[in-house]
Nanobody, 129 residues
């Protein structure tokens, strides 16, 4: 069973930065993907970024939604079993509940949709004004 715990959300002014953390119990898996999703009130949940600890080339790879590419960075610290989402140059449209999700035992590439992931965290709120 995989547990995910997000932290790091908050309120920030436009142009500011936040770093979200997702502590994941994934150390027993050789391969996995962790993604970040967000959902604003009245809108569908959308994928923001994903990272694979091993993709088809054997190296870890990160993928981003077009709306955040160049502003957000997803990274993985295997020693801490934690995935980070560094969010810079935040915009009001980045506001929403942010969720991390995990798909253990997979290899792949690209930004998967929510059906790809089996485990979800409880979410952390991000508000940009």
């Amino acid at each position: 069973h995989v547990q995910l715990v997000e932290s790091g959300g908050g309120s920030v002014q436009a142009g500011g930065s936040l770093r979200l953390s997702c502590a994941a119990t994934l150390v027993t898996y050789d391969t996995y993907c962790v993604g970040w999703f967000r959902q604003a009130p009245g809108k569908k949940r959308e994928g923001v970024a994903a990272i694979y600890n091993t993709d088809y080339s054997g190296a870890g790879s990160a993928y981003y939604a077009r709306s955040v590419k160049g502003r957000f960075t997803i990274s993985l610290d295997p020693a801490k079993s934690t995935v980070y989402l560094q969010m810079d140059t935040l915009k009001p449209e980045d506001s929403g509940m942010y969720y991390c999700a995990a798909a253990p035992g997979v290899v792949g590439s690209g930004l998967p949709d929510s059906d790809f992931f089996s485990y979800w965290g409880q979410g952390t709120q991000v508000t940009v004004s």
